[in-house]
């Protein structure tokens, strides 16, 4: 499976963006999908996920109430779309994908894509 991630670019606080991340290789129906990122010099933090059933979204504490991640089944995908973008934003965003939950949450998923660079000038 390779997970592709796309949308990232240079914005300004106060915009917004679509990440977008398909998956080829295999159907991941059955899997819950989500997104992490990565600034410099920081560890690798959780930042959204979906679960297969589409009923059921978890965002970290940072994004909440700015982020909505949602999947489409059709496409194979996730996507993340991200308004009120502030600065401390700014990071390298991957997308991931496991049959469990918590594995994902946890940061230990089965699959990872590569980043999209999200940058957020003040």
């Known amino acids: 499976v390779q997970l592709q991630a796309s949308g990232g670019g240079l914005v300004q606080a106060g915009d917004s963006l679509r990440l977008s991340c398909e998956a080829s290789g295999q159907t991941l129906d059955d899997y819950a999908m989500g997104w992490f990122r990565q600034a410099p010099g920081k560890e690798r933090e959780f930042v959204a996920r979906i679960n297969a059933n589409l009923d059921s979204t978890y965002y970290s504490d940072s994004v909440k109430g700015r982020f909505t991640v949602s999947r489409d089944n059709t496409k194979n995908a996730v996507n993340l779309q991200m308004n009120s973008l502030k600065p401390e934003d700014t990071a390298n965003y991957y997308c991931?994908?496991?049959?469990?939950?918590?594995?994902?949450?946890?940061?230990?998923?089965?699959?990872w894509g590569q980043g999209t660079q999200v940058t957020v000038s003040s």
């Open positions: 991931a994908a496991d049959m469990s939950v918590f594995r994902l949450y946890i940061g230990r998923p089965e699959y």
